[in-house]
């Protein structure tokens, strides 16, 4: 009973601290203006060298980038 509750403890910790980091992470794409969610699905490499991370999308659109079609940030 005691080790269950450890256990669900933990994953929720690991869950809220996941979390947060996807559902406000943007990439501005320098080649295209456009920006998008980290998790879209047009993004195969987001680590490439022409992804800008933002961390709002009021920032990505201040720089002059516009939101993607697809995701829909
Ligand atoms: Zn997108």
């Given at each position: 009973?005691?080790?269950?509750?450890?256990?669900?403890?933990?994953?929720?910790?690991?869950f809220?601290?996941?979390?947060?980091?996807?559902?406000?992470?943007?990439?501005?794409?320098?080649?295209?203006?456009?920006?998008?969610?980290?998790?879209?699905?047009?993004?195969?490499?987001?680590?490439?060298?022409?992804?800008?991370?933002?961390?709002?999308?009021?920032?990505?659109?201040?720089?002059?980038?516009?939101?993607?079609?697809?995701?829909?940030?």
């Open positions: 009973m005691i080790k269950k509750i450890a256990l669900a403890t933990l994953a929720a910790v690991a809220s601290a996941a979390t947060p980091a996807l559902a406000t992470d943007y990439l501005a794409n320098t080649k295209s203006g456009k920006f998008h969610y980290a998790t879209c699905r047009t993004i195969k490499y987001p680590d490439a060298p022409h992804f800008v991370h933002y961390s709002s999308r009021e920032a990505a659109i201040a720089d002059g980038y516009t939101s993607c079609g697809v995701c829909r940030p």
